[in-house]
């Protein structure tokens, strides 16, 4: 019976440890960002490319998003093109984003999972894991939706795992 616990706790392992995920990407200053660095607080990893009118559209939710919460969540933004780095760095000015932008170039599987299209958006949660993927534009409202959603979903989970005879 031990051995037979003890396989299944080896294999289990795994598989959770597979659940958090990270990667580092460098910055418009070379600076490299993990998605590790921001563990405890909801992370929104935004694929965008600059010549993609969703992605546009989607930029001042995202900007506002980012702003008004940066105690809970951080939006990251990753270029998903081949541009200049000079271009890149006016356009985010002129564009006045003011989340972390940082560069990859583009392949079709990621650290996150698989970019068919721009925008596509993976939300990670504040344990590392990837919770959602969303292929096509998302908004500000949306996205806080689905986090208040999952935050009153694991609210819920923790109450009624508190044993029975436990003071409150």
Known sequence: MRKLLLLVACLATPVMAADAVDFTLPDLDGKPVSVADYRGKWVIVNFWATWCPPCLEEIPDLVDLYDENRERLVVLGVNYEEVNEEYLKGFVESHLISYPVMRMDPLPMTPLGPVMGLPTT???SPQGERMARQEGPVTRQAIEKYIQRKEAGQAT?????????SAQ
């Not at 989970?157 to 005879?165: H, K, L, W, Y």
């Open 122 to 124: 993976f939300i990670i």
């Open 157 to 165: 989970t923790a109450a009624v795992q508190v044993p029975s005879g």
